[in-house]
C-alpha cells in the first residue's frame, strides 16, 4: 500500500554533531514537506519540497523525486532542534491528502 | 500575526456530548484541513474543504462533521463524543487544494472520558 517510512525512528546527538533524516516513499508525489513538532506540540514548517534542493540556517533538505527518497540535513545540531520530525506528502492520486510518515524523534544533548 | 487559531487549547469532555473544536486563519487561504493526531503517530486526515461551500472526507472523517460557510473558518463537530476520539487536534490551511505548502495550528487537545 502507499507508505511513508522513515529513518532513523530515533536519535540522540551531542550538541554540535550532525544528522540526516530520511522519508522513503511508495509513489509520485505532487508535494512534500518536512515538519519540526517541537516539544510543545507545535508543528512548525521546516520545507516544503517536492523536488530538488534547499537550505535554511543549518537545515537543508533534498529530494529525489525519481528515487522516491528526501533528505533532511541538520547540521551543528543545537538542544532547540530536540522534538519530532515529520516528512509528510501529497501521493499523486491523493487529492490534497497529506500523508505522514512516523516521525524521526530527536534529542540532543547539551 | 497572519496564521491560524485554533480553539479551544485543551478540553475534558465527556462521552456522549457534542463539541465543537473552533478554527480562523488570516492568509486567505482557500483550502483548509483538520487532522487528528494520536499519541506517538503522525497525522490523519479527517475532513477537508477546497473552497468556502464544500468539505469532503478524509482518511477517518467518522463521528466527525465540518462546515465551511465563509473562507475563514472551518470548525469541527464531535456530536456524541467517544473516547477513541481522544486525541490532538490540528487545523490546516494551504493557498490552493493541489502543490501548495500546508501550515498548521497549535492543536487542539481533547480528552474524552
Known amino acids: 500500500g502507499i507508505q511513508v517510512e522513515q529513518s532513523p525512528p530515533d536519535l540522540i546527538l551531542q550538541e554540535g554533531a550532525n544528522s540526516t533524516l530520511r522519508c522513503n516513499f511508495s509513489d509520485s508525489v505532487n508535494n512534500l514537506q518536512w515538519f519540526h513538532q517541537n516539544p510543545w506540540g507545535q508543528l512548525i514548517n521546516l520545507f516544503y519540497?517536492?523536488?530538488g534542493t534547499k537550505q535554511n540556517g543549518r537545515l537543508s533538505a533534498t529530494t529525489v523525486a525519481t528515487e522516491r527518497y528526501s533528505l533532511l540535513y541538520i547540521s551543528s545540531s543545537q538542544t532547540t532542534d530536540s522534538g519530532v520530525y515529520f516528512c509528510a506528502v501529497v501521493f499523486g492520486n491523493a487529492g490534497n491528502m497529506l500523508t505522514f510518515g512516523g516521525g524521526t524523534r530527536l534529542m540532543v544533548k547539551p | 500575526i497572519a496564521g491560524i487559531t485554533q480553539a479551544p487549547t485543551s478540553q475534558i469532555l465527556a462521552a456522549g456530548r457534542r463539541m465543537t473544536l473552533r478554527c480562523t486563519q488570516d492568509?486567505?487561504?482557500?483550502?483548509m484541513y483538520w487532522y487528528r493526531q494520536d499519541l506517538g503517530l503522525g497525522l490523519r486526515l479527517i475532513h477537508y474543504s477546497n473552497t468556502a461551500g464544500t468539505t469532503g472526507k478524509g482518511e477517518v472523517p467518522d463521528g466527525y462533521s465540518v462546515s465551511r460557510a465563509n473562507t475563514d473558518d472551518f470548525p469541527l463537530t464531535l456530536a456524541s463524543a467517544v473516547p477513541s476520539q481522544t486525541s490532538v487536534y490540528f487545523c490546516?490551511?494551504?493557498?490552493?487544494?493541489?502543490?501548495?505548502?500546508?501550515?498548521f495550528g497549535q492543536g487542539t487537545r481533547l480528552t474524552v472520558v
Open positions: 492568509m486567505r487561504h482557500n483550502a
Open positions: 519540497i517536492p523536488s
Open positions: 490546516a490551511s494551504s493557498r490552493d487544494a493541489r502543490n501548495t505548502e500546508a501550515f
